[in-house]
């Protein structure tokens, strides 16, 4: 069975869950079912997979740790963790604490993933020189200023991989960009390694990555 063909059959067990125990606790949170569906639709996927299949190259697969801010319900780790050894722990950092909950099931039990339940910038400030790769896919709802700081906080060596948008219709998108290159400028990176665009399913909005030390 492929990693999407467990991922669907989980995440089934997961909103089937949910709803036997909303019949019975009347503090469970429905809209958790349309959040893990959004988490692995269409689009998702494909984005995740664009990103990983651009990083591969780049990750020492018995190298040092990689850490995901903002890793939701842990796609991104679960992708990374079928190319680097067993003993490359994968951080998946995020502020919602349902998404251990709902995301370690989804992953069944892949033990070099740890969810973290911490807020995403926090967590990397913390320990700034830990990672080969960090990743964040939401810079749209950071702050410039804290993206700044994590690329001067980090390890020379840490490549780190980037993604926005230019969905600025979104109120909580406070971080767009109207261009790949703007968005590139942006980050004020040493070492560009990679960028590139890609077109939404939807066709609403590009996404942007960008790829560097």
């Keep these: 069975m492929s990693y999407k063909e ?19 606790k009347s503090d469970v949170d429905l809209y958790r079912s349309f959040d893990i569906i959004n988490s692995i639709n269409e689009g998702q996927v494909a984005s995740k997979e664009w990103l990983v299949e651009r990083l591969i190259p780049f990750i020492d697969p018995n190298g040092k740790d990689i850490c995901v801010l903002g890793g939701w319900y842990g796609l991104i780790a679960l992708m990374i963790s079928e190319h680097v050894s067993k003993d490359v722990r994968i951080d998946t950092v995020d502020c919602d604490p349902e998404t251990e909950k709902y995301g370690r099931p989804l992953l069944t039990d892949k033990h070099n993933i740890n969810f973290r339940v911490e807020d995403a910038a926090d967590w990397f400030f913390d320990r700034p020189k830990r990672y080969q790769i960090l990743i964040n896919t939401s810079c749209e709802h950071i702050e410039q200023e804290d993206l700044d700081l994590m690329i001067g906080a980090k390890d020379k060596d840490t490549i780190i991989c980037f993604q926005s948008n230019n969905y600025h219709s ?27 665009k890609m077109r939404a399913p939807n066709g609403e909005y590009d996404r942007y990555m960008v790829i560097g030390k």
């Design 170 to 196: 979104v109120q909580s998108h406070i971080n767009t960009h109207n261009s790949l290159d703007e968005f590139v400028d942006s980050l004020q990176l040493k070492e560009v390694m990679h960028k590139e």
């Design 6 to 24: 467990t991922l669907y059959k989980n995440a089934l067990s997961a909103i089937e869950k949910i709803y036997i125990d909303s019949k019975y």
